[in-house]
């Protein structure tokens, strides 16, 4: 599984049904906001000068990477935060996967302390569980920098450095774009969203729908339909298609419940319906290359958002004000670009099936 189609599984998806709830508001305002409504900076602006970075040499100072899970998007992150800690001068000592266990969190955090490391990367599972977690390493001085969420009551510039996400809008933005480009802005389709209260999934759900009604006034939205299993993705699809038969274009929040829906249309022997989603993957990205129903997967720059992370601790490390609210760039991954598409989000190239395919 890539990208992040794991985070919304659903452990994660219960043990986030309290969390940030995006407003309609904030998405159809056209940008992305955070879960505050502090206003997105692009990662782009996150910048050391020569002087800044050597004082964080010359600190020797280190850092923990406390992830939620293991993937192809974690390691892409890790991988442009530990380049960015080399350039800084900085030591990754230690590295955790909690496996969306908050519980398990906590104790990672407790055992990373005990390394002192001086700052922390890391993306909070729950809110509640994930402000109790860290206020240890809040009064210990550790500089933390969250990724996408933020514990309860967690205040930036005092208990975190800053947070650092998608541009989530412009995410559900490229999607919209895609699909009505493949359907020559003209047409039926279905949108089927997360529908469970997520900051992330919220935002570029919303902002896909809202893309739609104002910009393609051809294009409809006949069916909706929420999900919070991707394991039923397939036959909530099935369902849909016996109601809509016609569809000719379908929107799915994220890549694993499109491998549901995908699963629906062959077994309907439909070679109609265009499927747009959000999220590298490779079932996904192989029907894609050859030429299937997936005409496009709009991805996050994993390995930005590490570099962004990195930096941003950097700034804490050195007492330099940095921004709340920072926002990686997205890109839009069509048969035609996909090699070039992995490599830009995930730092590698495409798995071998794909390689393959595009021979």
Do not use: C
């Amino acid at each position: 599984m890539t990208s992040r189609t794991r985070l919304l599984s659903r452990a994660l998806a219960a043990a986030l049904a309290g969390a940030f709830v995006a407003s309609g508001a904030a998405a159809y305002a056209g940008e992305t906001v955070g879960p505050g409504g502090e206003k997105a900076t692009p990662s782009s602006a996150l910048t050391l000068s020569d002087s800044e970075v050597a004082k964080l040499k010359a600190g020797k100072y280190t850092a923990a990477l406390l992830w939620h899970t293991s993937s192809d998007f974690v390691t892409a992150v890790t991988a442009g935060a530990k380049d960015e800690f080399d350039r800084l001068g900085m030591s990754v000592i230690a590295q955790t996967d909690a496996g969306f266990d908050a519980a398990k969190q906590k104790s990672d955090v407790e055992t990373v302390l005990a390394k002192k490391p001086s700052a922390i990367l890391a993306l909070p599972l729950d809110p509640v569980t994930s402000a109790e977690a860290f206020k240890p390493a809040v009064a210990s001085g550790v500089k933390i920098v969250l990724l996408s969420n933020k514990p309860k009551d967690f205040v930036q510039g005092k208990d975190y450095v800053a947070i650092v996400t998608d541009d989530l809008f412009q995410m559900g933005k490229h999607a919209a774009d895609a699909l009505a480009a493949s359907l020559g802005k003209k047409g039926k389709i279905a949108w089927i969203y997360h529908d469970a209260q997520y900051y992330v999934t919220n935002q570029r759900d919303n902002s896909f729908k809202a893309t739609i009604e104002s910009d393609y006034p051809d294009i409809k939205i006949v069916a909706q339909q929420g999900i919070t299993d991707p394991a039923r993705a397939q036959d909530i699809a099935q369902a849909l298609l016996l109601k809509n038969p016609d569809l000719d274009g379908v929107y799915v929040t994220w890549a694993e419940p499109a491998e549901g829906v995908l699963a629906a249309l062959r077994a309907a022997g439909n070679k109609h319906t265009k499927i747009v989603t959000l999220d590298l993957s490779e079932p996904i990205g192989l029907d894609m290359v050859k030429g299937g129903n997936v005409v496009a997967i709009v991805a996050d720059k994993a390995y930005e958002l590490g570099r962004a992370m990195a930096t941003a601790a950097g700034y804490g490390l050195i007492d330099k004000p940095a921004p709340a609210f920072v926002v990686a760039p997205v890109l839009t991954v069509t048969k035609d670009n996909i090699a070039q598409g992995w490599q830009e989000s995930l730092h590698r190239e495409p798995p071998k099936s794909i390689l393959e395919a595009l021979k």
